[in-house]
């Protein structure tokens, strides 16, 4: 079974660090692009990071540009998420996700088909 | 940064009514366009890749049309189960992707 498990999600003090884990099961971990996807309560979806099969490439949204890293072990098939200075707004569910290609009448399609069931972030003194 | 923006952000309609929700893009994205469905307390499920590609899965009454910079999903005769919020996801830039605010269907 294709499979995504986050772990590391807690409450945190304001400028406070975290690091997030995603263990990956059932498919070729390191032939996959994967990704950080965030919701806080309440509101929508909002793409954070993601990561290069082989992590040669990382890219961010903007607000956690310098803040976060992304980085993954393709030998344990895990990604990882390290938050350092998190404020109030980095409060969210932070999901694990699989970017997959999916090749269609001439070109690759880039979707995020395999989520993992979440981890809880809180930012709060 | 390609913005996403849907229409409605929120819509009532009834078991077995034909409902439409809107994407648009502030860039030309060609079809580089994912359509989601959340359900409460899950995590998000891929429904339509490359703008109307259906994933394996997903039933028939869920279509997606559209290129450049508008987009919808339908629900041809909705079902129950399909009551959920939906988002769409441009993955043209560059792998820096981008959401939609998201539609909450809800029972009318």
């Known amino acids: 079974e294709v499979q995504l498990v986050e772990s590391g999600g807690g409450l945190v003090q304001p400028g406070g660090s975290l690091r997030l884990s995603c263990a990956a099961s059932?498919?070729?971990?390191?032939?996959?692009?994967m990704t950080w996807v965030r919701q806080a309560p309440g509101k929508g979806l909002e793409w954070v990071a993601n990561i290069k099969h082989e992590g040669s490439e990382k890219y961010y949204v903007d607000s956690v540009k310098g803040r976060f890293t992304i980085s993954r072990d393709n030998d344990k098939n895990s990604l990882y998420l390290r938050m350092n200075s998190l404020g109030a707004d980095d409060t969210a569910v932070y999901y694990c996700v699989r970017d997959s290609g999916y090749y269609s009448l001439g070109y690759n399609y880039y979707a995020l088909d395999v989520w993992g069931q979440g981890t809880t972030v809180t930012v709060s003194s | 940064d390609i913005q996403m923006t849907q229409s409605p952000s929120s819509l009532s309609a009834s078991v077995g009514d034909r409902v439409t929700i809107t994407c648009r893009a502030s860039h030309n994205i060609r079809d580089f366009l994912n359509w989601y469905q959340q359900k409460q307390g899950k995590a998000p499920k891929l429904l339509i890749y490359g703008a109307s590609i259906l994933q394996s899965g997903v039933p028939s009454r869920f279509s997606g049309g559209g290129s450049g910079t508008e987009f919808t999903l339908t629900i041809s005769s909705l079902q129950p189960e399909d009551f959920a919020t939906y988002y769409c996801?441009?993955?043209?830039?560059?792998?820096?992707?981008?959401f939609g605010q998201g539609t909450n269907l809800e029972i009318k």
């Open positions: 059932g498919f070729i971990f390191s032939r996959y692009w």
């Open positions: 996801q441009q993955s043209h830039s560059s792998l820096m992707y981008s």
